[in-house]
């Protein structure tokens, strides 16, 4: 899949999609692989225009991406996306630890709270 994305709009070019989420159902993932391509893309596209531009818009955009995901009432709203992106926060947090700790690190108290 070739995904590129110019002033936060993505386009999607289809083709095969090889995409590692982590301990996420593989329905979950398979169903919304497209979708958390996309997410990405925008993402990052918003993260380079409020570093580049000093965009207020994207910025807070990327304040509230999580947000917009998991509100049931938001248009972004995607149930398996969302399980996948618990996912993906989830080892990414236990990375995180993992990796303080390595470096020497007591951890006092550390929670992924959904």
């Known amino acids: 899949t070739d995904v590129s994305s110019e002033n936060g709009t993505a386009q ?18 398979a169903s919304c692989a497209t979708s958390l391509q996309l997410l990405r893309s925008i993402t990052h596209a918003w993260l380079r225009r ?16 999580y947000r917009l ?7 972004l709203h995607d149930p ?13 947090f236990l990375k995180l630890v993992g990796e303080l700790q390595g470096l020497g690190a007591t951890i006092v ?3 992924f709270q959904t």
């Open 12 to 29: 999607l070019n289809t083709g095969t999609l090889d995409l590692d989420v982590g301990t996420g159902a593989l329905g979950d993932e």
């Open 50 to 65: 409020a570093y580049s531009s000093d965009c207020l818009i994207s910025n807070e955009l990327l304040h509230n991406i």
């Open 69 to 75: 995901v998991c509100d049931t009432n938001a248009h």
């Open 80 to 92: 398996a996306l969302h399980r996948v992106l618990q996912s993906l926060l989830r080892s990414t």
């Open 109 to 111: 108290s550390a929670n």
